[in-house]
């Protein structure tokens, strides 16, 4: 079983961009969080679309890891937002992420994004992705 | 507010065409029962794809209902589906509906689809509902 | 090369329920038509939200078998329709089919359908499908 | 008619952040570009996800500008991406943009989007918009 840890230690190497961290990891679920400051923002003070759509596919991609372990070889071949509410521009973004399915060569799941403080949800997210054939061994923790 | 016995009547009423029944209706919920035959499966023996989305159509619709009331002024704007699993020819389909948002003037569900039976969804839908200028007065339970 | 004809028979055989015809079939591109007569049709005169997504998932399996030849092996994995204009009860429903994607595993599509003699779209529709390992030969035309 | 001058001036008031480019304008149509640095790539050294939902979002709302005028009372309500094609890191990436229906509250478009110099598209969107109540009257070309 893949720790919060491993995971977070996986994605600082392999995906350095993101500013995405792991609050809670379970057997196909995960709970992502995601700082906002002005970068993030868009005209009118609120988070930008394209913040929301990487923080759920981060959350998911995650959320995969945390059922088949740590791995490189899933890629996003859609994702459907519906965007619900205006998120403020002064609190961070939680991503509450699940599996619908795990198949052999796709794997579906779905993503609520909320504002920090706030139960209503700002944007929903369905995430597919593919599994790819293995390219490279990931070292656990590495 | 509405009760499933209204919601029924109202259903055979504005739409005489579908097989659906409403099990369950909760403030932006609902549960719905679309029952299996032969006109509902394609090659392999599994429920056709429009069946799947139809449910989750008129039990999102039902969910409307539940939470402003019985109306006829809403119209799908967007319905995205995705397949899970092949849902077997001789079960029932059951749809869980609930509500995502609901503005003024859009209104977004999600329903999970499963086999009477089987706790793994066998599709996921979202949809977005636009709310028109009303048309015509509903009357309740007629 | 799959003919016009040839797809008319394999429909004929394998989706028995369907009232799709064929129109024109290319590499990867295809017209479809759908008649619509009161079974379509929903409160309010115009053709129901399944028969249009029917019309562009068979339209679309028609210009994947344009593409790749007569199959059955592959399944919709994601359909996600735009309703765009309600489209009228007295006139056919056409879909203009044609593939974006035409990978080893995923194949994804769109469908812009339209009420015959009428060029604004009523629906769009993008769909996405899973490429099946082959399960028994089909027989050209038969 | 907006002109392409005003939409840029537009663009780099209201939308500071962005780095997409207007390269055509139409009644309804845009092309767009974004420029392809390292901030912009994910693992893998090809374009990530996030920015390629920017561009196809920025590039259906300068297209609905082109249509109705420089506007700000327009949010994206919906997007769904396809991801088709791996784009290189080292190649901008453009937007051509269309849009399917121009209605009173909503409006819907299809974005496909190309590495430059290559005609196979890389991803493919459909963004539905909200037209809002006007907030402020917007200057040309201030």
């Given at each position: 079983?893949?720790?919060?840890?491993?995971?977070?230690?996986?994605?600082?190497?392999?995906?350095?961009?993101?500013?995405?961290?792991?609050?809670?990891?379970?057997?196909?679920?995960?709970?992502?969080?995601?700082?906002?400051?002005?970068?993030?923002?868009?005209?009118?003070?609120?988070?930008?679309?394209?913040?929301?759509?990487?923080?759920?596919?981060?959350?998911?991609?995650?959320?995969?890891?945390?059922?088949?372990?740590?791995?490189?070889?899933?890629?996003?071949?859609?994702?459907?937002?519906?965007?619900?509410?205006?998120?403020?521009?002064?609190?961070?973004i939680i991503g509450e992420c699940r599996l619908l399915k795990l198949g052999r060569t796709l794997i579906v799941g779905e993503a609520s994004l909320f504002s920090a403080g706030d139960e209503r949800p700002v944007a929903h997210v369905v995430g597919t992705y593919a599994r790819l054939?293995?390219?490279?061994?990931?070292?656990?923790?590495?």
């Amino acid at each position: 079983m893949t720790t919060r840890e491993e995971l977070a230690a996986f994605l600082a190497t392999e995906f350095p961009q993101t500013k995405v961290t792991v609050e809670a990891l379970g057997n196909g679920t995960a709970r992502v969080r995601h700082a906002i400051g002005f970068e993030e923002l868009r005209p009118g003070g609120t988070v930008s679309g394209p913040v929301l759509m990487g923080v759920a596919d981060v959350g998911l991609y995650v959320a995969i890891c945390g059922a088949v372990g740590l791995t490189i070889d899933v890629a996003t071949t859609n994702l459907n937002t519906s965007f619900l509410r205006m998120p403020p521009g002064d609190r961070d973004i939680i991503g509450e992420c699940r599996l619908l399915k795990l198949g052999r060569t796709l794997i579906v799941g779905e993503a609520s994004l909320f504002s920090a403080g706030d139960e209503r949800p700002v944007a929903h997210v369905v995430g597919t992705y593919a599994r790819l054939a293995p390219t490279r061994p990931v070292r656990s923790g590495s």
